[in-house]
C-alpha cells in the first residue's frame, strides 16, 4: 500500500512538473459592442495528451482582479463557450460549469490540432452581453492560412434533414429577417425538439477580424414581440420546422453561419452556411 502511495506521488509529481499553465486575456468580440468587462482564460496544457486541456474562464469588472461571480441564466445556461478552429471547420458549442469563486471550469479533449477561436458569452453582473475570444493553439499553433468558405446557396443538407434559408445575402448596418425552414423527406419536419429552450441557435463569425454574432431564431406564428426576453421550452418540447431569423449584421463580409438544433433522438446537427454582407 505504502510503495503504491508512493508511486503515485511520483506519478502526480512528474504530471505536475510536466504540465503547464498559462493566462489569456480576452479580446472582446461582440460585433459593435464596446466590453463593459474583462475576460481571462487559463489553460492548462497537460503534456500527457496535448489534445485535452483543462479550461479556467472568468470574467472581472475592468482593470480589476477579482472574478465576478453572478451570472443571468440565458438560454438554460450561464455561460456559453463556442469554439472554432482557425480554418472553420470545427465547430464546437459548450457549457463549462461556474463555481463558487466564479470561475468557469470544464476539460476539453479536441479531436484535431489547430488554432481554436474560444468565444466565451455570458451576462454577468446584470450587464449586457460581454463576449470574449481567446486564440488557443491545441497540438498546432500554426494559423490555417486563408479561409476559404465556399458559397453554399440558401439550402443545406445534414443528416437526414434539409435546412433552408430565404436568403444568404444580407444588408450590414439594417435587421434583417431571414425566414428558416427544416425539411425532412421533403416535407416540414416533425420531429424536431429545442436545443437549450430554443428552437436553434445561430452563430455568425466575420472571416476576417472574427466578430461574433449570436441570435436565435423564433418559431413562426408564434410570440415574436423582440422586446420580451425569449421564453426557453423544455427538452421534450417539439419544435417547429419553420422560424425566423432576426439579425443585425454591422460590418460587410463574408460569415460562416452556424445553425445548430435538435432532431430526433436527441440528436443535434448542425448547419453551415456562408453568408455574405453587402
Ligand atoms: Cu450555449
Redesign the pocket.
Known sequence: MKALLSKCLVVFVSILSISRAETIKGISALQGEAPQTDGFLRVTHLATNPFEQKLDFWMTPQHSTVPIKSYQVE?T?KL???LVSDDFRTFL???PQLGPNGHFTITQKFATPAIYHVYV?GEPNNLNHQVFRFDLPVGNDKPAGARVLPPTGMGVHVGPYEVDLSTVRLHSGQMEMIDVEILKDGKPAKDLHPY?GVPA?AVFLNDKDLSYVHVHPMAMGGDMDMSKPVATLPDSASSPPEMMLHVSIKEAGTYKLWLQFRGANNQLYIAEFTMLAS
Open positions: 438560454m445556461q456559453h463557450v463556442v458549442h459548450i457549457h458569452d437549450l441557435h
